[in-house]
């Protein structure tokens, strides 16, 4: 089985990172759209962490994970 992550990472106004992790993303990611849900998020203070607000963006990653069950006796 394969498990499908995209994390959007930003900068907070303490220099630190925060995550967001969104479970079985849509396929194929369009960069712009990601770009853009970012920034709307920033602009608009959706957020607020315990290191301040979101100050920036710091990437994008579409994360891949294989879990193969191990048949057990």
């Not at 396929?27 to 602009?43: S, W």
């Not at 994008?60 to 994970?65: F, G, I």
Request: include cysteine; hydrophobic fraction near 40%.
């Amino acid at each position: 089985m394969m498990d499908k992550n995209l994390q959007l990472v930003f900068l907070t106004a303490n220099d630190k990172s925060f995550t967001i992790n969104i479970d079985t993303p849509l396929e194929p990611i369009d960069p712009l759209k990601v770009n853009d849900c970012m920034n709307t998020i920033i602009a608009n203070d959706l957020i607020t962490t315990p290191n301040g607000s979101l100050v920036g963006i710091k990437g994008a990653y579409l994360v891949t994970k294989t879990v193969q069950e191990i048949q057990l006796g």
